[in-house]
């Protein structure tokens, strides 16, 4: 086996072990944050719908993918192999998780190391509103009992 086909292999590899992580860390929450009250569709609908969506979306990719592929084939007056064609598909399928990937990640890192003072991602938002509602429940002479012997937030 040539180094470019073991290299595949790897490609390969990775690209459903990270498929298979996603997969199993999504049914793991399932089972272990699930209210056996609730729908399961009702609690993790979103993970659920997105993940389908994703796997409707990769499976239209690879059919409008192989039409391309066979077209190209044909066009050359070659042959089509399933093989030279999981490897266009396997590259371009990790072109686009790859780039995704590296937007997500920047956006993560970035967020954490810079917060915008008073977005909704900012600690400080949650510390101004606990202030306001305390203010107000003061005012009001509504503040539990446990909370009058709290120092006020506004000045902490």
């Given at each position: 086996?040539?180094a470019g086909a073991w290299a595949m292999l790897v490609a390969f590899a990775l690209m459903?072990?990270?498929?298979?992580?996603?997969?199993?860390?999504?049914?793991?929450?399932?089972?272990?944050?699930?209210?056996?009250?609730?729908?399961?569709?009702?609690?993790?609908?979103?993970?659920?719908?997105?993940?389908?969506?994703?796997?409707?979306?990769?499976?239209?990719?690879?059919?409008?993918?192989?039409?391309?592929?066979?077209?190209?084939?044909?066009?050359?007056?070659?042959?089509?192999?399933?093989?030279?064609?999981?490897?266009?598909?396997?590259?371009?399928?990790?072109?686009?998780?790859?780039?995704?990937?590296?937007?997500?990640?920047?956006?993560?890192?970035?967020?954490?190391?810079?917060?915008?003072?008073?977005?909704?991602?900012?600690?400080?938002?949650?510390?101004?509103?606990?202030?306001?509602?305390?203010?107000?429940?003061?005012h009001l002479g509504t503040l539990p009992k446990e909370s009058e012997e709290l120092p006020?937030?506004?000045?902490?």
């Open positions: 086996m040539s459903f072990g990270s498929l298979a992580f996603v997969i199993v860390s999504m049914i793991r929450s399932i089972q272990d944050h699930r209210d056996p009250e609730a729908s399961v569709w009702r609690q993790f609908g979103l993970g659920l719908g997105l993940m389908i969506l994703f796997f409707a979306t990769w499976i239209a990719h690879f059919i409008t993918e192989w039409q391309v592929y066979t077209d190209e084939q044909l066009t050359h007056g070659q042959d089509t192999s399933i093989g030279d064609f999981l490897s266009e598909f396997g590259q371009s399928t990790l072109e686009n998780w790859q780039s995704e990937f590296l937007q997500l990640f920047a956006f993560v890192v970035l967020a954490d190391l810079y917060v915008h003072k008073g977005s909704a991602e900012s600690k400080d938002s949650d510390d101004r509103v606990e202030a306001s509602l305390h203010r107000i429940e003061q006020d937030p506004e000045t902490v």
